[in-house]
């Protein structure tokens, strides 16, 4: 009589028995091979294949194995409303660059993508144009952000959406520094019927990354250091046209140059210039005081928002 283990398999059906490590492979893929969505079949036969292939390669221990997965579960534990410990790790293992760089392609000048960071948060006060987003009296220098937001063929894109947050000038986002008010150095601005916008800020600090959980043990491991340069950043957006997420660099070229994120296009550093007589433009703010100009450009496409990754 024929035994289930015996029988071979009927069509459209796997017998999911192990001879030896060179058999898994084949057995899962062909375990998921009924998968409904195609695109998610794609993704989840190639992630067994890439998985598969790198604990071959890299011989894993039953112990390291054990290890990561605490690790990984260590991310999920440390992840909650108020931070987000699974994005960071992605941040410093330079996949939420990859993938910006891989979906944000620079043809016809569009403006380049950056990672948009565990830190953006919903609800960012409205502005008018020429507002200031510092809700506090924090030193630091006065900042004149201005520019233009067009379409790839030049049309400047009135009303488009320009939302922006940033750390203050000690290197802390409202969200991680109780002596700010909620929601200080963010803002949402429309640009005016000529595709312009302008705000006034402080000049951001560098900062560290949260280094108090597993990102930061494996940072120490790596012998990384854990900074991210001065930026601010910004989501650009208009009907019609494929939304853009991306930061602005306001530092010195070794900060520049060693992002622990990995974030910065060379197209993203702004010329950030400091006034050191006479008034600003607008707001009549004497001296000294820094300005930057910077012009988006948008690619025609889907306006989508990114979720925020913390409350
Ligand atoms: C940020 O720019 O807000 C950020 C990005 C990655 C990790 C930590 C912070
Ligand atoms: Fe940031």
């Known amino acids: 009589m024929e035994t289930s283990i015996e029988r071979q398999a009927r069509p459209g059906e796997h017998l999911a028995l192990i001879e030896d490590e060179h058999s898994v492979t084949g057995v899962v893929q062909a375990a998921m091979a009924n998968t409904i969505n195609p695109r998610l079949r794609f993704v989840m036969d190639s992630l067994v294949r890439h998985l598969h292939g790198f604990l071959s390669e890299v011989r894993l221990s039953d112990e390291e194995f054990e290890l990561a997965l605490g690790y990984i579960a260590s991310l999920g534990h440390a992840t909650h409303g108020r ?12 996949l939420s660059t990859l993938v910006t760089a891989m979906n944000n392609s620079t043809r016809d000048g569009r403006t380049p993508g950056a990672l948009l960071g565990p830190f953006y948060r919903a609800n960012a006060p409205r502005y008018a144009c020429g507002d200031c987003v510092v809700q506090d009296d924090a030193p630091g220098l006065p900042l ?36 700010q008010p909620d929601r200080n150095l ?20 560098g ?16 012998k990384r250091h854990p900074y991210r340069p001065a930026h601010i950043h910004f989501i650009v957006a208009a009907p019609g046209y494929r939304t853009l997420v991306t930061q602005v660099f306001a530092d010195e070229p070794e900060q520049l140059a060693s992002d622990v994120t990995f974030g910065v296009h060379r197209q993203l550093v702004g010329d950030l210039r400091l006034h050191e007589h006479g008034r600003s433009l607008w ?7 820094y300005t930057l100009e910077f012009d988006f450009t948008l690619e025609p496409g ?8 913390i409350d």
């Open 283 to 289: 707001g009549e703010v004497p001296a000294p005081f």
């Open 83 to 94: 931070h987000n410990e699974v994005v960071l790790a992605a941040d410093v293992l330079g």
């Open 186 to 205: 963010r803002g949402c601005f429309h640009a005016d019927e000529g595709g312009n916008y302008h705000f006034r800020t402080v000049r951001p600090a």
């Open 144 to 179: 004149f952000v201005s520019g233009t937001v067009r379409g790839t063929d030049g049309t400047p894109l009135s009303g488009a959406l320009v939302e922006i947050w940033q750390a203050s000038p000690v290197g802390l986002y409202d969200n991680q520094d109780p002596k």
């Open 207 to 222: 900062y560290p990354v949260p280094t108090d959980g597993p990102v930061g043990v494996l940072l120490a491991a790596q």
């Open 302 to 309: 889907e306006q989508t928002f990114p979720k925020p990754p």
